[in-house]
Antibody, heavy 121, light 111 residues
Framework: DVQLVQSGAEVRKPGESLKISCTGS????????IGWVRQLPGRGLDWMGI????????SYSPAFQGHISISADKSISTAYLQWASLRASDTAIYYC??????????????WGLGTSVTVSS | DIILTQSPESLAVSLGERATVTCKSN??????????LGWYQQRRGQPPKLLIS???TRESGVPDRFTGSGSGPDFNLTISNLQVEDVAVYYC?????????FGGGTKVEIK
């Protein structure tokens, strides 16, 4: 089965750093774009950015550019979402999702269950 | 950047009746005769689930009461014969070019 397994819930203080992960299995991880989506409490979906694991090419939403970093280690089929300095407003659920065609950026057909991030002093 | 505006924000429909959600794009999503728009369903406490791609192609296993239509700038998701399990928030998303974006979501409830 194709699946994306995300790391567990995190609690941090403002200003702290954090790196959450998304591990793919059941498919050729390197060849499919992986995206990250934020969902603030009780709110809609925000597209954050995306990475092509085969060569590390990334694209960020302007709303998140400079505040997050997306990376991948294709040797362990894992993508990462990272913050150098968290804010309370980063409190949200973060989903990773896969593009549904190899090498192309299309709809997201497989989603992780989400990682809850709480930032509070 | 492409902006998708969904309407209504919420709607309540009787069981067995029809619900229609609209997604309006501020730019064309048409390229090489394909419409780069998808629809997702998100039930409470779950991740989004892809229902429709290319504006009207139903994913495998999605009931045929879900229908996508439109060619831009307006796109529609119609749920015919509404069932209890269709209670959810529905989102459109374009994948024309980065940054990809979602509509604001439409909450569908039972009247």
């Amino acid at each position: 089965d194709v699946q994306l397994v995300q790391s567990g819930a995190e609690v941090r203080k403002p200003g702290e750093s954090l790196k959450i992960s998304c591990t793919g299995s059941g498919y050729a991880f390197s060849n499919f774009w992986i995206g990250w989506v934020r969902q603030l409490p009780g709110r809609g979906l925000d597209w954050m950015g995306i990475i092509f694991p085969a060569n590390g090419q990334t694209s960020y939403s302007p709303a998140f550019q400079g505040h997050i970093s997306i990376s991948a280690d294709k040797s362990i089929s894992t993508a990462y979402l990272q913050w150098a300095s968290l804010r309370a407003s980063d409190t949200a659920i973060y989903y990773c999702a896969r593009s549904d065609r190899p090498r192309e950026l299309y709809v997201m057909d497989v989603w992780g269950l989400g990682t809850s991030v709480t930032v509070s002093s | 950047d492409i902006i998708l505006t969904q309407s209504p924000e919420s709607l309540a429909v009787s069981l067995g009746e029809r619900a229609t959600v609209t997604c309006k794009s501020n730019q064309s999503l048409l390229h090489k005769n394909k419409k780069y728009l998808g629809w997702y369903q998100q039930r409470r406490g779950q991740p989004p689930k892809l229902l429709i791609s290319w504006a009207s192609t139903r994913e495998s296993g999605v009931p045929d009461r879900f229908t996508g239509s439109g060619s831009g700038p307006d796109f529609n998701l119609t749920i015919s014969n509404l069932q209890v399990e269709d209670v959810a928030v529905y989102y459109c998303q374009h994948y024309y070019s980065p940054p990809l974006s979602f509509g604001g979501g439409t909450k569908v409830e039972i009247k």
